[in-house]
């Protein structure tokens, strides 16, 4: 659809496009190529469109896929797109918040005698962007990849490598469990009504396994989010803050693995924090008995 169709229908149903649920609708088709080559899609996929809007890229997808759930937590939005799919058996419509949607419900097995593949393709409301991430990194053994439209500020964050300023527990959460790629950047005017802020297309692929091996997840990610609390801080004093260990302690684990006490978190890649993470675990629980 482009800028007058939408305009259109909201100015037929009197209302117009609800800033509080993030609805910028993608109005140049080009990026839609972008989006379909970047989620390689085959006709055993079963993708999942987080926020369906009007359909555009939705009865895309129905053409190349087994099955696409398009959820949309708009009613107006979604009874559009009810009449528009209502004879397509290859498109599932879900009118709810992707937020409080049970994720094991929807990644169930097709029909198919051949075992589907999930993907996730989305232009994700900007103000929920973070939520909607950890709760599909949560599902990475059964989600192979997604193809996110986000804030270009997100997406740069997610892809930023260590000692910027971009770098930081988002980073590292992301990269434990997938490899992301940045797609594309997309100014403003490629959507209605356009966004203050630049858009980007990045690609999640889940890794079979985590990127580090660590022996205690929770406590890793615990270490990496207080290291960033305190970013401007060095990384020791960020740290005995947090109260893992004694000061004593800490410094002992900083010099047996080789990390200056005056690093900042920023400057600490992935490996390093999980090599911090299950030294520290050890000493955490011979001090407990665990």
Known sequence: MNHQQIRAFF??????????LGQNFLVNPEPLKIILEAGALTAHDTVIEIGAGLGCLTEVMARH????????????????????FSTDSRVQLLNADILKVEFDSLLSEGTGTVPTTFKVIANLPYSITTPILWKLLAHHKQIHSCVLMMQKEVAERIAAPPGGKDYG????????????????????????????VDSALLKLTMREKPKVAVEDEELFFRIVRTAFRTRRKMLKNALVRGRFVSGEVLAAKFEELGIAPQRRAETLDITEFAALANSLSQSISARTGV
């Open 65 to 84: 896929v087994e099955r696409v759930i398009a959820v949309e937590v708009d009613e107006l939005l979604f009874n559009a797109l009810a009449a528009q």
């Open 169 to 196: 527990a988002l980073t590292i959460g992301v990269t434990y469990y997938a490899e992301a790629t940045l797609i594309a950047t997309l100014p403003p005017e490629n959507f209605y009504p356009a966004p203050k």
């Open 11 to 20: 100015a037929l149903n009197h209302t117009r496009p609800k800033k509080q």
